[in-house]
Nanobody, 124 residues
Framework: QVTLVESGGGLVQAGGSLRLSCTVSGQYLSTFGMGWFRQAPGKEREFVATISWTYETDYTDSVKGRFTISRDNVKNMVYLQMNNLKPEDTAIYYC??????????????????WGQGTQVTVAS
C-alpha cells in the first residue's frame, strides 16, 4: 500500500515563502514521476509541477520562476519550494505519484496515488 502525506502548509503573507514536503511510504519512489496539484475553493484541481525520476521538471506557467519541485529518492520524499507567494496561490496542495514508471504528466488521471492535501493560504 503506497501512502503519501503532505506537510508544510500554512498561512503566509503575500511575497512570503513556504516549503511543502511529501513523504512517500509503502514503495520506493524509484522511477515513478511525482507531481504537485492544487485546488482552490470553487475551482477544479489544477496541475502545479511535476518531476521525473531523472529530475526533469515541468511547471504550470503561473508558478514558473517562483516554485521549485525537487525529490530525494533516498529519503523517499518530494518537495515544493514556493517563493514570492501570491493570494491566488491559496489552495489545498496535493502530491501524487504516477501510475506508470518512467513517466510524468500534467494530467491528474495519469496519477495513481494521492496524499490528503495540505492547506496553503496567502494573505494579501
Amino acid at each position: 500500500q503506497v501512502t503519501l502525506v503532505e506537510s508544510g502548509g500554512g498561512l503566509v503573507q503575500a511575497g512570503g515563502s513556504l516549503r511543502l514536503s511529501c513523504t512517500v511510504s509503502g514503495q520506493y519512489l524509484s522511477t515513478f514521476g511525482m507531481g504537485w496539484f492544487r485546488q482552490a475553493p470553487g475551482k477544479e484541481r489544477e496541475f502545479v509541477a511535476t518531476i521525473s525520476w531523472t529530475y526533469e521538471t515541468d511547471y504550470t506557467d503561473s508558478v514558473k520562476g517562483r516554485f521549485t519541485i525537487s525529490r530525494d529518492n533516498v529519503k523517499n520524499m518530494v518537495y515544493l519550494q514556493m517563493n514570492n507567494l501570491k493570494p491566488e496561490d491559496t489552495a489545498i496542495y496535493y502530491c501524487a505519484r504516477t501510475k506508470s514508471p518512467d513517466s510524468t504528466s500534467r494530467w491528474d488521471y495519469e496519477y495513481e496515488y494521492w496524499g490528503q492535501g495540505t492547506q496553503v493560504t496567502v494573505a494579501s
